[in-house]
């Protein structure tokens, strides 16, 4: 029972060192045991939320720790990198690339992809990244639309061009 207790307290302490952007606690926190993949009261993972934040710091020291680049978000069940893409993080997309993540991941609800979510909130920067580390143009979300047409349905001008670019090579 302490254990768990102290597992707990770990966690929160670990959360709220992310939700502060205390990438020095942070780093103190890992060295000190705490779970980097342990799921918060509100069935978050660390990761996700530090991606979705944009603190590149935290991301890479939670990637660094062993994060499982495979969590997702309680609500839409997406990864790290649908979370940043997302929210336009693109130093936090270029991390979790690195880090071997399924770019072409889908979201179990939509079919969106992190290209998809990207496309959806004119994250041109992380739409960029996403193509050079060669995101699937061909996936389908649950609507049926391609990146390329959801960039289309959305009057993404700068973007659709990107994709018919990268197409084209």
Known sequence: M???????????????????????????????GADVNELDSNQDAPLV???????????KSLLDAGADVTAVDPGMKATALHAAAYAGRN????????YHIDINKQGPYNGYTA?????????????????????????????????????K???????VALIQSKMEK
């Not at 709220?16 to 103190?28: D, P, S, W």
Request: without cysteine; glycine residues 2%.
């Open 2 to 32: 302490v254990h768990l207790l102290l597992k707990l307290i770990d966690m929160t302490a670990l959360m709220n060192a992310i939700n502060k952007n205390n990438a020095t606690l942070v780093g103190q926190l890992i060295e000190n």
């Open 49 to 59: 939320i530090a991606a979705y934040k944009g603190y590149d710091q935290i991301v």
């Open 91 to 98: 130093e936090a997309a270029k991390l979790l690339i690195a």
């Open 115 to 151: 290209l998809h979510d990207a496309i959806w909130q004119n994250n041109v920067e992380v739409v960029k990244t996403l193509l050079d580390a060669n995101a699937d143009l061909k996936l389908l979300s649950n609507d049926h639309k391609s990146a390329l047409e959801l960039a």
């Open 153 to 159: 349905s959305k009057n993404r001008k700068e973007i």
